[in-house]
């Protein structure tokens, strides 16, 4: 039987959306470059901020991020749900750090990610 790794999600900028996530959910982390990450980015003339894969972190599988040329163009046919005890503060803090608010429901709000990717913050079950 298999078991989830990462799930990835496709994107314009991987540095800068791994951050958005990684400071969107507790105990998430972009992964440190160790020093021969940042020498084998280098021969390829990147650096981790123009660096095209990404990945964040956690207790659960970790996000990978990664950058592809087409732009965002439909609804996301998967998204992520984050459960908040405190859901409006939690999409206030979202908001913050470049989420924007779709549409507030009974439980659950709708957000998008600063590329536009769906995402929402529900109430505890």
Same mark, same amino acid.
């Given at each position: 039987?298999g078991t989830l790794r990462e799930v990835v999600i496709d994107c314009?900028h991987a540095p800068s959306l791994a951050r958005f996530w990684a400071?969107? /959910?507790?105990?998430?982390?972009?992964? &440190?470059?160790?020093? %021969? !990450?940042?020498? #084998? *980015?280098?021969? $390829? =003339?990147? @650096?981790?901020?123009?660096?095209?894969?990404?990945?964040?972190?956690?207790?659960?599988?970790?996000?990978?991020?990664?950058?592809?040329?087409?732009?965002?163009?439909?609804?996301?046919? /998967?998204?992520?749900?984050?459960?908040? &005890?405190?859901?409006? %503060? !939690?999409?206030? #803090? *979202?908001?913050? $750090? =470049?989420? @924007?608010?779709?549409?507030?429901?009974?439980?659950?709000?709708?957000?998008?990610?600063?590329?536009?990717?769906?995402?929402?913050?529900?109430?505890?079950?």
């Amino acid at each position: 039987m298999g078991t989830l790794r990462e799930v990835v999600i496709d994107c314009r900028h991987a540095p800068s959306l791994a951050r958005f996530w990684a400071a969107a /959910l507790d105990d998430y982390d972009v992964l &440190p470059y160790d020093d %021969a !990450e940042i020498a #084998r *980015l280098a021969g $390829l =003339g990147l @650096t981790p901020e123009t660096d095209p894969t990404v990945a964040v972190g956690g207790p659960m599988p970790t996000l990978f991020f990664q950058q592809v040329p087409e732009g965002k163009i439909a609804k996301n046919r /998967l998204h992520l749900d984050i459960e908040a &005890p405190d859901r409006s %503060a !939690e999409v206030e #803090r *979202l908001v913050a $750090l =470049g989420a @924007t608010i779709e549409v507030i429901r009974e439980g659950w709000t709708s957000l998008l990610d600063p590329e536009g990717n769906e995402f929402c913050v529900a109430d505890p079950d």
